[in-house]
């Protein structure tokens, strides 16, 4: 298949990154690439969605992986997976003859191992530059329900409008299951079992880099899980911050002890992240050196400084991101800079997923989720118009029309986009720039 098909198939059927910010799958399509990554490691705890989709869909996702690298050009295409995912990997390596050009990496199952610029150094050696891309060391990545969806649409012409979810916790009946998008956290929760809490709280996506939800939070298609847990749990309130109190604990009693920085998975690959010197700086209200500040535009966000390395207890990561923010919001672009050399103490640092999932107290909940397959009726959907980075999708259907499952409702708008599809049979009952909502 020609790229420029295989780009506008992936625009037109919806399809972004499932996970992360949802960056369209077009996008990263280019001749350019000499590498393509299934990325299959689901670093943040509790998360099994991946290595169950590839298991369940071996042949088929690695029939597409192996298209897109025919497409591209590109000389192979390589599948990041933990070592410990026995089961995917045997599924594996009981299709990969037929598929010469595409190799495994087994990897450790350490902490962020996910994360794009970790996992291209652990595959192939080579560094993403500080405010680089992965195309610039000629490699593209996609997890592997994004190269699911691009074989669904290539194969059997089927648009993304559903996503897949795994809801653990504090529920009887810990599952990963096929959502329509729309639906709410409450009526997703419903179709899986019943929360063993009273007061639950919703962490949509990891723990790490997940974010409190609520009863109305929609699926949409970058949601990866819902995990519950009751509200007196320590990751439950420690997303709950109030940044003026932890600029004042900075100022109190951080030692400079430089863990935040030592275990900082970017730091450590040569980028200039260093969370010690942001928080000295904090801590002093000194701004007489800016480059700490300017370079927490590198940091990924990942968590470790905070949820980890910290002895005590700070908030590294969230005051980055305020200062992240502020210079995004300021329009101050992050320029692409030459790593430092990588650490030679790196492979002595990584951090254990199940280490880290002790430490936010989450091992009690790392239980078996199997994925079924079951599909759901159900009566009303809420899509939003921006689910991807990039120009909202612009509706294409008017209050009162009748849709089926699948129909395009909205155009991808100007710029960067991708198309967006009824996820349920039923009637137009709103439009707005916004959403559409359909009942069935």
Known sequence: MLINELKNIARENGIVGAGGAGFPAYAKMTEQADTVILNCVECEPLLKLHRQLLANYTEEIIGMLDQVRESFG???????????????IQALEEVLTDFPKVR????????PMGDEVVLIYEATGRVIKPGGLPIDEGVVVYNV???????????????VCEKLVSIVGEIDTPKTIFVPIGLTVKE???LAGKVTVEDPVYIMGGPMMGRRGTDNTLITKTTNAIIILPSNHKLAMR??????????????ICCQCRACTDLCSRHMLGHPIEPHLVMRGVANRDVSNLTPYINSAYCSGCGICEEYACPQGLSPRSIIQEFKAGLKGAGIKVEKIQPAPVDTDRNYKKLPVHRLAA???????????????????????????????????????EKGDRVVKGQKIA???????????SSLAGIVEKVSEREIVIKA
Request: charged share 25%.
């Open 239 to 252: 997303m709950e911050k109030n940044l003026t109190v932890e600029r004042n604990r900075a100022a109190s």
């Open 104 to 111: 495994i990496c087994p990897l450790q199952a350490s902490y």
């Open 145 to 159: 329900e994004t190269m699911y969806n691009l074989y669904k649409a290539v194969h059997k012409s089927e648009p």
């Open 74 to 88: 590109a000389r192979e295409a390589i599948v990041g997976i933990k070592s410990e995912y026995t089961t995917t």
């Open 188 to 190: 997703t929760i419903a």
């Open 359 to 397: 430490r936010l107290g989450l091992l009690a909940y790392d239980v078996p989720a199997p994925l079924e397959e079951k599909k759901f009726s159900v009566k009303k959907v809420k899509i939003p118009m921006s689910q991807h980075i990039g120009a909202p999708a612009k509706p294409v259907v």
């Open 411 to 421: 155009e991808a708008g100007e710029g960067l986009s991708v198309a967006i599809h």
